[in-house]
T-cell receptor, first 113, second 113 residues
């Protein structure tokens, strides 16, 4: 019940295209869903996060869509650029209490020039 | 200052060596974390410190010994490691009441020979 399932495992998108990464969760107590971006040899960086009281959050070219009833959330990268090539991890946690992050398995995104 | 710094960047050690990893943050965060990350996998939580006290130990072998000397510093002492302990070791920090919003350092790439 603590799992977060992420897909696809890898993704190739042409420059200017839309990259879409999906995550699904089981634990309905989760109430905070961050996305992390990790470049090779670097630590993960918090990219964008959403709470279940909103269905969408946008920051620049990055948008999280959230479907509470389906227990799914997704990251959309608009106008994808080669510099977006990285591994993306979705995660979930419970804000109150002493809960840590449950990560998805990651998606390797390659944006071709 | 919104950085978490880690030293060294790379470390090669033999199975009989004793070494330490260091992490530092100056964001005033009172929660700090150690994660282990294998290639193409998500980070795995090892330890959590809150207000300089160990609050979570995810059943990590005793050859890994964490230490939090003050609110800005976190060490991970290594002794008698195995080759399978080779990984990227990540430090993260957060405000003590915002465990869900973690900021990662760049990591130490550890190779055990």
């Amino acid at each position: 019940q603590q799992q977060v399932k992420q897909s696809p495992q890898s993704l190739i998108v042409q420059k200017g295209g839309i990259s879409i990464i999906n995550c699904a969760y089981e634990n309905t107590a989760f109430d905070y869903f961050p996305w992390y971006q990790q470049f090779p040899g670097k630590g993960p960086a918090l990219l964008i996060a959403i709470r279940p009281d909103v269905s969408e959050k946008k920051e620049g070219r990055f948008t999280i869509s959230f479907n509470k009833s389906a227990k799914q959330f997704s990251l959309h990268i608009m106008d994808s650029q080669p510099g977006d090539s990285a591994t993306y991890f979705c995660a979930a946690t419970i804000i109150s209490g002493y809960s840590t992050l449950t990560f998805g398995k990651g998606t390797m995104l390659l944006v071709s020039p | 200052d919104t950085e978490v710094t880690q030293t060294p960047k790379h470390l090669v050690m033999g199975m009989t060596n004793k070494k330490s990893l260091k992490c530092e943050q100056h964001m005033g965060h009172r929660a700090m974390y150690w994660y282990k990350q294998k290639a193409k996998k998500p980070p795995e939580l090892m330890f959590v410190y809150s207000y300089e006290k160990l609050s979570i130990n995810e059943s990590v072998p005793s050859r890994f010994s964490p230490e939090c000397p003050n609110s800005s510093l976190l060490n991970l002492h290594l002794h008698a490691l195995q080759p399978e302990d080779s990984a990227l070791y990540l430090c993260a920090s957060s405000q003590a009441d915002r465990l869900y919003e973690q900021y990662f350092g760049p990591g130490t790439r550890l190779t055990v020979t």
